[in-house]
């Protein structure tokens, strides 16, 4: 407590405003623990040598650890946020917390880079950011945007040939038409819409309607992402 006092006064004086600072704080906490959770997560077998009971005790344990760190994050950020809202005008986040503001550039600066790994910034880039990305977040709970990054960046890892193609035929760098329906791959939010069409798309999909955003956008992301998934013969 004594060195989250010390951040808390550092950030103060730094001129950050004391909600904004404990939300920060939070949120770092909280993805300490999200990072933990997420590791835990992971399937991995007992020791060598172990018996059937053994392991059975080793999976078991290893679930209920991550159960109780996802919810241990879950309070850190209810201590910083307040309680979820029930009933929230989001098609899809109910009894959530509603997107906020750090959420969202949070998420910019983790697609940004992953972005250029593949394409240029171009000037073609619609100008809806955070409306794209708040529909993005949308789609999960308080502590799955805080691990978000780490979740696109294993995309990105697992995807890599997929994606290079996709940007070099669609993106700025192609040669292809400049179409409204893929404007969006002018835009470093292309890689997370992405992840989410292929990891929750029903739940985005509502999201991207309650948001009001182009249906052609993720229309066109969906037909690029599909011709994209081999090489041409």
């Known amino acids: 407590m004594n060195a ?4 808390l006064e550092l950030l103060g004086r730094a001129g950050m405003f004391p909600g904004e600072a404990e ?6 906490e909280a993805g300490a623990i999200a990072g933990a959770h997420h590791e835990i997560g992971k399937p991995r077998d007992a020791p060598a040598g172990s018996g059937e009971a053994y392991g059975s005790g080793w999976r078991d344990g290893a679930l209920a650890t991550s159960d109780e760190l996802g919810h241990a994050a879950e309070r850190a950020l209810e201590r910083a946020l307040g309680p979820a809202l029930s009933g929230s005008s989001g098609a899809v986040a109910r009894d959530r917390h509603p997107v906020g503001r750090v959420d969202v550039e949070r ?3 983790a697609v940004i880079p992953l972005y250029l790994e593949f394409s240029d910034l171009s000037e073609l880039d619609p100008e809806v950011s955070d409306e794209v990305l708040t529909a993005v977040l949308g789609t999960m709970n ?3 945007r ?3 990054a780490g979740q696109l960046e294993q995309f990105t890892a697992s995807g890599r040939e997929r994606l290079a193609r996709l940007y070099a035929h669609y993106g700025p760098r192609g040669h292809i038409a400049v179409h409204g329906r893929y404007s969006l791959l002018h835009s470093p939010t292309s890689i997370a819409v992405l992840e989410r069409l292929a990891a929750a798309g029903p739940a985005l999909r509502a999201e991207w309607e309650h948001a009001e955003l182009p249906p052609a956008w993720l229309d ?7 011709a994209s998934e081999a090489p041409p013969a």
């Open 107 to 109: 998420a910019k600066v």
């Open 23 to 28: 939300e920060l704080v939070a949120l770092v």
């Open 220 to 226: 066109g992301l969906a037909t690029a992402w599909e």
């Open 4 to 7: 989250k006092r010390t951040v």
């Open 142 to 144: 308080v502590v799955g």
């Open 146 to 148: 805080v691990g978000y």
